[in-house]
Nanobody, 126 residues
């Protein structure tokens, strides 16, 4: 499975961005797609995840720091996951990575994910 992340950019505080993660290659009938981020000088951290079985979405989970502001979704027909980011703050500045795992159970742990995209830069100015 190959993941291609896109949609990053420069935005002012309070603005919005939508990240996309297009999956190609082997198709899995169930799994988890997630977003992580890494700010300069910090470790990569969990942002949001969504699981699915077949064409139906299931549960979602968010980091406390992004709850009520970020929304993860998936378009099964396009094999693409999205991260809608609203009310952005300067502390959201980071490189955002999409990741996927074949197990249906949502995990916030990096090492539990089998596949990673290349990352897309999000910069929020104050």
């Amino acid at each position: 499975v190959q993941l291609q992340a896109s949609g990053g950019g420069l935005v002012q505080a309070g603005g919005s961005l939508r990240l996309s993660c297009a999956a190609s290659g082997r198709t899995v009938s169930r799994g988890v797609m997630a977003w992580f981020r890494q700010a300069p000088g910090k470790e990569r951290e969990f942002v949001a995840a969504l699981n699915w079985i077949g064409g139906s979405g299931g549960d979602t989970r968010y980091a406390d720091s992004v709850k009520e502001r970020f929304t993860i979704s998936k378009d099964s027909a396009k094999n693409t996951a999205y991260l809608q980011m609203d009310s952005l703050k300067p502390e959201d500045t980071a490189v955002y990575y999409c990741a996927a795992r074949n197990n249906w159970v949502i995990s916030t742990i990096l090492s539990h994910y089998n596949y990673w995209g290349q990352g897309t830069q999000v910069t929020v100015s104050s």
